[in-house]
Nanobody, 124 residues
Framework: QGQLVESGGGLVQTGGSLRLSCVAS????????MGWLRQAPKKGREFVAA????????YYADSVKGRFTISRDNAKNTLYLEMNSLAPEDTAVYYC?????????????????WGQGTQVTVSS
């Protein structure tokens, strides 16, 4: 079973920036689309962004479009999420996940391997 390990979360003020990273085991990363999803307190898990395995196509939730950028470095088995203009509503645990290869990227059921999550807190 592969492993996904996120890092880069923390506490930031409104308008600030953070960069999340996710290091993956090789067999869980290569040839698969990857995504970032998040879960805010008392809410369900929701899609944030996804990228195909070559890295040429990206997908974003409307709530983060224009502020967040997803990218990947396949040579390093690492997925990134650059987050700018952060707002209190972005506060959540952010998860890195591998897409199963079927179904839409913006559906949480399409992801079959998950990291442990990293906390992002945006203060007002």
């Amino acid at each position: 079973q592969g492993q996904l390990v996120e890092s880069g979360g923390g506490l930031v003020q409104t308008g600030g920036s953070l960069r999340l990273s996710c290091v993956a085991s090789g067999h869980i990363f290569n040839s698969y689309a990857m995504g970032w999803l998040r879960q805010a307190p008392k809410k369900g898990r929701e899609f944030v962004a996804a990228i195909n395995w070559i890295g040429g196509r990206t997908y974003y939730a409307d709530s983060v479009k224009g502020r967040f950028t997803i990218s990947r470095d396949n040579a390093k088995n690492t997925l990134y999420l650059e987050m700018n203009s952060l707002a209190p509503e972005d506060t959540a645990v952010y998860y890195c996940a591998k897409h199963c290869g079927g179904g839409p990227y913006d559906a949480t059921y399409g992801y079959d391997s998950w990291g442990q999550g990293t906390q992002v807190t945006v203060s007002s």
